[in-house]
């Protein structure tokens, strides 16, 4: 069997809510690590003496529980599969194919002394009536393509490569965990466009048989040749339910208000816009903006778009002990970009941290409070 790379970050996750009585709920778009995230979990509780008989491991993609079709069967199926008293922990892979899958959870948490894992690919198995079910019970446990520090753990480098060649490589490939194992860019692009394919037909067509193919395919191109600009439509939501694009909303941060349109969608890896678009180094500035903003998400922030009198602040990032500004830009050495980027926080009188964000190196750190930082650097630092 592959030997999986450990991803902490999420692992940790699932051990420190370990017995205690929530449903853990991993989601995020397919192919982005979650089974494997599943299997990491099952090798650690047998690593500390978990008895393999107490864990129950199910991929419903899998043509093994292919009988398995609504919450009676899996109900049945796992109280026959119960051998003793003893805890029990149950590893659901991709729930969300059982019908009804939501009251055979809270069964199991009624009846059976359980622990209980699950992964699912869209938003719509944490619909309305699981949340009146299991309202209150569960966390979730958002799971992202690889960042710029788990991808130098995954790819084999030469040791001559500079870091940058290397976040140059990120920026072409993206950070889908499954294309470390392929060598050449062909294999790396047929292998995105199955997964796009999947996400596109299974996820959203499957699941929306109204939609307009065409349609569909031409505001994904849109969103992907338009990154963090404003778009509206109801396709929005389904893209957004499939975990393929992450919508924010805007704040206006004089009027200490969210702003109920002019958000902006940002997409969940490089890699599937560079797939649809190709690459274009004049591209990188809206590159760079998305894969801050993920990383933000990946630190646990709440972020949104920030608007102070006329001008925008790229992004407000909350947590409940921290608040801060950024501003992302390629370069600051044109002294209009700088004074753009300047102004803009500048303007915001508070003394919550300031930060730019840039390709730079070796020039000024600072101006006025206002910390300059390369991204590189900013992406590899301990949070």
Not at 167 to 184: C, E, R, S, T
Not at 257 to 272: A, P, W
Request: aromatic share 12%.
């Amino acid at each position: 069997m592959e030997k999986l790379i450990n991803r902490p970050n999420y692992l940790n996750q699932l051990i420190e809510n370990k017995d205690i009585d929530l449903i853990k709920i991993i989601t995020g778009i397919r192919r982005s690590g979650k089974s494997s995230l599943l299997q990491l979990f099952y090798n650690y509780l047998l690593e500390i003496g978990v008895n393999k008989k107490n864990i129950i491991h199910i991929n419903f993609e899998s043509l093994k529980y292919s009988n398995l079709k609504d919450y009676l069967d899996l109900y049945n199926y796992i109280k026959n599969h119960i051998e003793n008293d003893d805890k029990i922990y149950l590893l659901f892979d991709e729930i969300q194919v059982i019908s009804n899958f939501e009251k055979a959870l809270e069964s199991f948490r009624l009846d059976f002394n359980c622990d209980i894992y699950m992964t699912g690919s869209n938003a719509y198995m944490l619909s309305s009536e699981f949340s009146t079910l299991i309202s209150g019970r569960y966390i979730e446990i958002k799971m992202l393509p690889l960042s710029f520090k788990e991808f130098l753990k995954f790819y084999n480098f030469d040791k001559n490569i500079s870091k940058e060649e290397k976040f140059q490589n990120y920026l072409q490939i993206g950070g889908m965990p499954i294309l470390h194992k392929l060598g050449d860019l062909k294999r790396i692009n047929q292998t995105l466009e199955g997964i796009y394919s999947t996400i596109v037909l299974k996820d959203i067509l499957q699941r929306n048989s109204q939609i307009d193919h065409s349609i569909l395919s031409r505001l994904i191109l849109f969103i992907c040749s338009n990154i963090g600009n404003i778009t509206i439509n109801k396709y929005m939501q389904m893209l957004a339910a499939s975990f393929f694009i992450y919508p924010i909303s805007r704040y206006d941060i004089k009027g200490k208000n969210l702003l109920k349109t002019l958000g902006k969608n940002y997409i969940v890896d490089i890699g599937f816009r560079n797939l649809l678009l190709g690459y274009r180094n004049m591209d990188r500035g809206h590159i760079l903006e998305n894969i801050v903003f993920l990383e933000l998400m990946r630190r646990e922030y709440k972020v949104y778009i920030g608007k102070i009198n006329d001008l925008e602040i790229d992004f407000i990032a909350e947590t409940p002990q921290k608040k801060m500004y950024i501003q992302v830009s390629e370069t600051l050495i044109d002294e209009k970009n700088r004074e753009r980027e300047l102004n803009s926080l500048f303007k915001i009188k508070d003394n919550y941290e300031k930060i730019i964000l840039t390709m730079d190196r070796d020039f000024e750190k600072s101006f006025d409070g206002i910390r300059v930082i390369n991204i590189i650097d900013w992406l590899l630092e301990d949070f």
